[in-house]
């Protein structure tokens, strides 16, 4: 079992960047695939990103040239970094941990099993 404790949200003016951080406590991330997912209030939970255990990488399309999502096993820690924020990436943002390595179903977020509590990210216009 994992447990993701997100940070580095905050109040940035649109153009600017945040790197948010997961950091995992329990098991090693390294088996785990890896996801980022974003919620307005009112709205379903979208999925951002995610990291496979075999070092291959997704994202959503809204934010594809912009994000990056990385990982740092030694530190057990997984990072995205946001560039070229826009207010439509307002949302709290979850870090999510799943334990199956396939890639069907990573872009739901139902298929995670792990969930940290959330960081807001703000953009302002």
């Known amino acids: 079992q994992v447990q993701p404790v997100e940070s580095g949200g905050g109040s940035v003016q649109a153009g600017g960047s945040l790197r948010l951080s997961c950091a995992a406590s329990?098991?090693?991330?390294?088996?785990?695939?890896m996801g980022w997912f974003r919620q307005v209030q009112g709205k379903e939970r979208e999925f951002v990103a995610v990291?496979?255990?075999?070092?291959?990488?997704n994202y959503t399309e809204s934010v594809k040239g912009r994000f990056t999502i990385s990982r740092d096993n030694a530190k057990n820690t997984v990072y995205l970094q946001m560039n070229s924020l826009k207010p439509e990436d307002t949302a709290v943002y979850y870090c999510?941990?799943?334990?199956?390595?396939?890639?069907?179903?990573?872009?739901?977020?139902?298929?995670?099993?792990?969930w940290g509590q959330g960081t807001q990210v703000t953009v302002s216009s």
């Open positions: 999510a941990a799943r334990e199956s390595t396939s890639y069907s179903g990573s872009y739901s977020w139902v298929s995670y099993n792990y």
């Open positions: 329990g098991r090693t991330v390294r088996t785990y695939s």
């Open positions: 990291s496979w255990s075999d070092g291959k990488t």
